[in-house]
């Protein structure tokens, strides 16, 4: 993927994107988003990028929809990439803030109506990451829930001509390589070394 410099690239998601956004300067958080900007100002020093981060903790595909216009179109990426959809098999474990289980049908339909109106908004390019793993072998419910919404990402990826980046893949293999190291800080929310596994894959499969 080519991009000028100058061009804006938005991060959209929940909490594992948006982590701390708002407590810091820049409003990137301390995750994965700034991490993926410090590598790209080491890899080039001809291209800077406007790296814009609006991720909101707690949000499913239906909060994010609702927030579509003023979070995403309006801001008008060059490039948008997004990762949604733990939060939406999550709420099995329990309502959070009035927020239930999205069936998956539910789920497809509103990640299209993301992409669709990001298309017609003239967005051009996209970033499609697979719902992140969790730690957690013995709720086989919710981990079969959470396949089902990667592959379909993936497909998604493929009918949009988008880019797909296989973040709970590359989480599952580490996981069971690396068992000694700790890749979350909750068993679902990644801590630094977690963050830095997802900037690496995300770099590593866009290819600026």
Known sequence: MKLDSGAT???QGD?????????????LGTGYVPMI????????????????????????????????????LDLKPELLSIMIGVNDVWRL??????QK???????????????????AAG?????????SAIEDNKDAELLQHLDQRAEFVK???????AIYVPIREEQKRVMALYPEVKWTADGCH????????FAQVWLNTVKL
Not at 93 to 98: A, L, P, Q, S, Y
Not at 101 to 110: P, T
Not at 111 to 116: C, E, I
Not at 190 to 197: D, S, Y
Request: proline letters at 4%; a positive charge.
């Open 9 to 11: 690239i938005l991060f």
């Open 15 to 27: 909490s594992i994107t948006d982590f701390g956004r708002n407590d810091t300067p820049d409003g």
């Open 37 to 72: 900007r410090a590598l790209l100002a080491v890899k080039s020093k001809e291209h800077k990028f406007n790296i814009l981060n609006r991720g909101i903790g707690g949000d499913r595909t239906v909060e994010l929809l609702a927030r579509w216009k003023a979070d995403c």
């Open 93 to 98: 474990r329990g309502e959070w803030n009035g």
């Open 101 to 119: 289980f999205v069936a998956f049908e539910e789920y497809c339909a509103n990640y299209r109506s993301l992409l669709d109106q990001a298309k």
């Open 123 to 131: 967005i051009k390019h996209f970033v499609l990451m697979s719902p």
């Open 155 to 161: 497909a998604l990826a493929k009918e949009y001509k």
């Open 190 to 197: 990644p801590n630094p070394a977690g963050h830095a596994l």
